[in-house]
């Protein structure tokens, strides 16, 4: 049986109308549940909601409460988005012109139609205007996934994000410090703009463009210093890499977050027991392309073993 997912989390502000056109209560009766936890998937379950909370989910509606009928369709918590970009995208260009609120706002509304309801934007954002829309989504003022994320970013002069990966790219979507003390000033921005994350390149392209020249990198005293200012100012350091000897270093040196996986060689027993070991734990994010990755027991539970079908429209990988 095909499942149609339904997103539970925001079931009377998505799928279902607003509790302030319906005070009663509405049940949703007959559904598969699948809760996140790795449980086994609920059968012919019925979920109560009232005024946007999920009241109970068992066997029975309540009294009163409207019924609607999910007879073969699954309920599921919403999807997370850790690692996306924004306002860069538009049909089948990649440019600066692209961020624009219009653009932004149609994006997350069609995340929440994916399912994907929070979503993390690492880098080459505009202020203020990305700050203003992370906190139009966090209180709920327009539709669409909620928005947090990272207001520009720090990269190496002349290297990545290169200019040429989006059209007319500005000095308000990146960093890109020379010393120590400009990679410093360049977080306290950020910080001061309200930016959730910091986010440093560590890439030099040379096996993703093998014909063409490595790209410059940021030294390493200009991106340890900004991950020490960060942390001076609470802030999480996501750090974009590609090579394993990279990840090691931003390991090290006290990266949080490795955005994206080591793609130049195998993953030896001794970074592993790196991961494991260091102290303040660390996240390793990969990047929402053109796919949904959904855990192995979601898939399990909806009788698929690959993932959704890949999504139509073109994405980046920054």
């Known amino acids: 049986m095909r499942s149609i997912w339904l997103f539970a989390s925001l079931a009377v502000t998505t799928c279902f109308p607003s509790s302030a056109s319906h005070a009663e209560p509405v049940a949703l009766t007959h559904a598969r549940v699948i809760d996140g936890t790795g449980a086994e998937a609920r059968i012919d379950m019925t979920i109560v909601i009232d005024r946007g909370q999920i009241l109970s989910i068992g066997q029975a509606p309540v009294a009163g409460a409207r019924i609607i009928d999910l007879q073969g369709k699954t309920v599921m918590p919403a999807l997370i988005s850790d690692h996306s970009h924004v306002g860069l995208v538009e049909g089948m260009s990649t440019a600066s012109r692209n961020y624009t609120r219009t653009i932004i706002l149609a994006a997350l509304e069609q995340y929440r139609r994916y399912g994907v309801l929070t979503v993390t934007a690492l880098g080459l954002n505009k202020s ?158 990969s990047h929402l392309m053109n796919r949904l990755i959904i855990s192995p027991n979601i898939l399990k539970h909806l009788g698929r073993e690959q993932p959704m079908r890949p999504c139509r429209q073109r994405c980046e990988r920054l």
């Open 128 to 285: 203020p205007l990305f700050d203003q829309l992370r906190r139009e989504q966090h209180q709920g003022i327009n539709p669409g996934a909620d928005l947090f994320g990272v207001d520009q970013g720090i990269g190496a002069p002349g290297g990545m994000p290169p200019e040429a990966m989006v059209e007319n790219m500005g000095h308000d979507q990146i960093f890109r410090p020379h010393t120590p003390q400009e990679a410093r000033q360049a977080v306290d921005r950020m910080a001061d703009e309200g930016t959730d994350l910091v986010k440093v390149w560590l890439d030099d392209l040379h096996l993703t463009n093998p014909a063409k020249p490595p790209l410059p990198l940021l030294g390493a005293s200009v991106w340890q210093a900004a991950i020490v200012e960060a942390h001076k100012r609470h802030l999480r350091v996501a750090v974009h890499i590609h090579d394993l000897d990279l990840a090691r270093q931003a390991l090290a040196h006290g990266a949080d977050i490795l955005a994206h996986g080591v793609r130049d060689k195998p993953v030896d027993t001794a970074f592993v027991t790196q991961l494991k070991n260091t102290a303040h734990g660390i996240s390793l994010l």
